[in-house]
């Protein structure tokens, strides 16, 4: 059975919650339409002055996001911090687009954790390297 990128993602949520490794978020995106006046009728929507928006997120951005807890060094007063975790979700095979690649270059220059995974072993095994 061929796994879509969305079922693979969906165990990955699974497998990190039951491990408690990290805490992630799905990152949604996309665009839509908007306007100044929404008239539904008859299943029918029609905005006035409609415009188009996008989610905001930057182009790149991971499909899941969000930290994993550290615990500081005694020499750091043993503190615990968050530390930004990311996750590109790819079925076997996928391949990341160049945004992608940057957006994930980035996030591994400032810091952050994660990686492209391909199953909930791999996603378990990025978020835990630091």
């Known amino acids: ?3 879509s990128e969305h079922d693979i993602q969906n165990e990955i949520r699974v497998a990190i919650g039951a491990e408690q490794s990290a805490t992630l978020f799905r990152a949604n995106v996309g665009e839509a ?4 006046k929404v008239v539904c009728c008859d299943n029918m929507i029609t905005l006035s002055c409609a ?3 996008s ?3 930057p182009i790149g951005f991971p499909d899941l996001f969000g930290f994993r807890t550290v615990e500081v060094t005694p020499e ?7 530390v930004f975790a990311f996750l590109e979700v790819k079925k076997p095979g996928g391949r990341t687009s160049r945004a992608q690649e940057k957006m994930l270059a980035f996030l591994r220059a400032a810091g952050a954790v994660g990686g492209v995974a391909r199953s909930p072993d791999e996603a378990i095994k990025l978020l835990r390297h630091l």
């Open 1 to 3: 059975m061929n796994k």
């Open 33 to 36: 339409w908007t306007g100044n």
């Open 51 to 53: 415009r188009p928006f």
């Open 55 to 57: 989610t905001g997120l």
């Open 76 to 82: 750091m007063v043993g503190k615990k911090l968050a």
